[in-house]
Antibody, heavy 122, light 107 residues
């Protein structure tokens, strides 16, 4: 049974970098049949997919256009986890952030991490 | 990007009622439509995938139908534990997008 455990700060200052980590148990970040995603949820934007990373003989990343210039999602094979970095944050980046797995070819987000409320404020 | 809409945005129904939620996509997504349930303070959980396939462990009172651009989630007999917000999500093309949600209250 796959479980995802998120960690990271809940408060980030404007213009700084938001960093979150998603630790995977019951699967491998290097799996050829999994895709690892970050999604956020806010009252103004609803559920918004931010990006994903996956391994198919080499590493691939894909990002939402809305954050493409500011985002980086990176796997850490030594710790079996993946991370989210979002640069130059503003109060509009305040949201609950989730990591989630997609089984390759399914397009279904399952399971999800527990969620992290990140507030951007000075 | 494919836009997803849902109706109604909220509803209130009694225990035992049949509840129907509609989801529409801005272009055809074939059968690449999934439904999630989010209870207060929790992450969303998949209920139905590929329009009508019930996720393991999900009660059979939940069902889905539709194709192309119009889809429906039905709860055949609403239960108190169904208090939640329901979201549709298209998995036809990246970026995967979600509907705005339908909040279900129990009268």
């Amino acid at each position: 049974q796959v479980q995802l455990q998120q960690s990271g700060p809940g408060l980030v200052k404007p213009s700084q970098t938001l960093s979150l980590t998603c630790a995977i148990s019951g699967d491998s970040v290097s799996s050829n049949s999994a895709v690892w995603n970050w999604i956020r949820q806010s009252p103004s934007r609803g559920l918004e997919w931010l990006g994903r990373t996956y391994y198919r003989s080499k590493w691939y990343n894909e990002y939402a256009v809305s954050v493409k210039s500011r985002i980086s999602i990176n796997p850490d094979t030594s710790k079996n986890q993946f991370s989210l970095q979002l640069n130059s944050v503003t109060p509009e980046d305040t949201a609950v952030y989730y990591c989630a797995k997609v089984r390759s070819g399914s397009g279904v987000f399952d399971p999800w991490g527990q969620g992290t409320l990140v507030t951007v404020s000075s | 990007d494919i836009q997803m809409t849902q109706s109604p945005s909220s509803l209130s129904a009694s225990v035992g009622d049949r509840v129907t939620i509609t989801c529409r996509s801005s272009q055809s997504i074939s059968s690449y439509l999934n439904w999630y349930q989010q209870k207060p303070g929790k992450a969303p959980k998949v209920l139905i995938y590929a329009v009508s396939s019930l996720q393991s462990g999900v009660p059979s009172r939940f069902s889905g139908s539709g194709s192309g651009t119009d889809f429906t989630l039905t709860i055949s007999s609403l239960q108190p534990e169904d208090l939640a917000t329901f979201y549709c999500q298209q998995s036809y093309s990246i970026p995967f997008t979600f509907g705005p949600g339908t909040k279900v209250d129990i009268k």
